[in-house]
Nanobody, 126 residues
Framework: QVQLVESGGGLVQAGGSLRLSCAAS????????MGWFRQAPGKEREFVAR??????????YYADSVKGRFTISRDKAKNTVYLQMNSLKFEDTAVYYC?????????????????WGQGTQVTVSS
């Protein structure tokens, strides 16, 4: 079992920044990749960013909508994944979920992830 707990969400003005954290516990050694998804009202949950977890080599992948603005990183010693969000837009408003895959290091689809956090609300005002 893997447990994921997100934090860091909140209200921010357009152009501002937030950093989300995802603390992982349990059988993290079984995780290949971790990442972030988001779901806005009336929309499907969508991929945001992904990072390789099990390897010492860092690999990241981003949705086109956040490239150049968001940065995903990891701290293996703390079992934590971060999402630094800069230049936030109103369109970034959503509940952000941390996700982990035990089968794929590059899981960008919802159904490719096995574990999910509870989500943290990010609201960007215009």
């Amino acid at each position: 079992q893997v447990q994921l707990v997100e934090s860091g969400g909140g209200l921010v003005q357009a152009g501002g920044s937030l950093r989300l954290s995802c603390a992982a516990s349990g059988r993290t050694f079984s995780v290949y990749g971790m990442g972030w998804f988001r779901q806005a009202p009336g929309k499907e949950r969508e991929f945001v960013a992904r990072i390789r977890w099990s390897s010492a080599i860092t690999y990241t992948y981003y949705a086109d909508s956040v490239k150049g603005r968001f940065t995903i990183s990891r701290d293996k010693a703390k079992n934590t994944v971060y999402l630094q969000m800069n230049s936030l837009k109103f369109e970034d408003t959503a509940v952000y979920y941390c996700a982990a895959s035990t089968t794929l290091p590059t899981a960008t689809r919802v159904d490719e992830n096995d574990y999910w956090g509870q989500g943290t609300q990010v609201t960007v005002s215009s």
